[in-house]
C-alpha cells in the first residue's frame, strides 16, 4: 500500500477503532484515534479511486479527495457512535493535518 502501511499509526489506530464495542460515547473515543482510522480508510479509499479512475490531474486534487474520504468516514462513525459535533470536527483536523503531513512522493507526482 502506498500511503498508510499496514503497520503504520494509522492502520493501528484503525483497528482499534473498529474493534470498540457499543454506541455510547466513552472517553476511549478520542478524536486522534479517530482521525488515524479516517486517515488509514481514506488511504485505502484513495487508492481504489486511483486503481478505477487513474491519478488525479494534480496534487491538491488529491489531497482533497484524500480529505474527502476522511471526512466521509468520521461523519459515519460519529453518527453510527454516538460522538458529538466537537469530536467530529476535531477528528476531522486531524486527519487533514495527517494527510498534510504525509510524505507527498507517495501522490506519484
Do not use: C
Amino acid at each position: 500500500m502506498g500511503w498508510f502501511d499496514d503497520n503504520s499509526d494509522q492502520a493501528q489506530a484503525h483497528e482499534q477503532w473498529q474493534d470498540i464495542q457499543g454506541p455510547e460515547h466513552e472517553a476511549k473515543f478520542s478524536h486522534e484515534l479517530l482521525a488515524g482510522a479516517a486517515s488509514f480508510a481514506a488511504a485505502r479509499a484513495y487508492e481504489n479511486h486511483v486503481a478505477e479512475n487513474g491519478q488525479p490531474p494534480s496534487h491538491a486534487m488529491a489531497k482533497e479527495l484524500m480529505a474527502g474520504f476522511a471526512g466521509a468516514f468520521i461523519d459515519r462513525e460519529v453518527e453510527t457512535k454516538g460522538l458529538d459535533f466537537v469530536d467530529r470536527e476535531k477528528a476531522k483536523r486531524h486527519a487533514e493535518r495527517q494527510i498534510e503531513e504525509h510524505d507527498e512522493s507517495q501522490f506519484n507526482y
